[in-house]
């Protein structure tokens, strides 16, 4: 303990409240901040890493190891999930809500985004600030989540299409 209250383990020259100079083990939770303080919030510097004490990212969610090793790209590994089967995020909200997976800018939060509206069952997609595609059932909305067209398989590649949008193939 230094003069100014400051406690190391494993330093003699802490710089927090607790410094700790190496690993620290846990044993039924861990807690960081004060969680009655409305204003305070949790900081971990560096990666973080849950079921993982070597976070690949910033975030890396590990539930089984993937294989080998598997492949990150500092330009997108934000958000790691590892698993050694399938693997995902849930998103869920109530039923009279969208949930979305957006990409914004300083400019706008939703230039794109990926969206799901339960009332209607309709799926989204957005790019340059517009929504450009609608999917409901076996329908699409080109440029429009209301107007419909209906999508066909043409098996034979040979045979002259069957289905023409303003001279392009649907």
Request: glycine share 14%; charged share 15%; aromatic share 8%.
């Amino acid at each position: 303990i230094e003069n100014g209250g400051n406690v190391g383990i494993g330093t003699a020259a802490p710089n927090e409240k607790l410094t700790v100079s190496g690993n620290i083990s846990a044993k039924n939770g861990l807690s960081a901040g004060n969680h009655c303080d409305t204003g305070g919030a949790n900081y971990f510097a560096g990666r973080v890493g849950i079921g993982t004490n070597r976070p690949l990212g910033t975030a890396h969610i590990y539930t089984a190891d993937a294989g080998a090793a598997i492949c990150t790209n500092s330009n997108h590994d934000d958000l790691i999930i590892e698993n050694n089967t399938n693997a995902g995020i849930q998103i869920a909200g109530p039923t009279s809500s969208y949930q979305y997976l957006a990409f914004g800018d300083t400019g706008s939060a939703n230039q794109g985004y990926v969206r799901y509206y339960h009332d209607a069952d309709r799926m989204d997609l957005r790019a340059g600030g517009s929504d450009i595609l609608s999917l409901v059932d076996a329908s699409a909305g080109i440029g429009t989540t209301t107007e419909r067209l209906y999508l066909y398989n043409q098996k034979n590649a040979d045979a002259p299409p069957e289905n023409v949008l303003e001279g392009y193939r649907v």
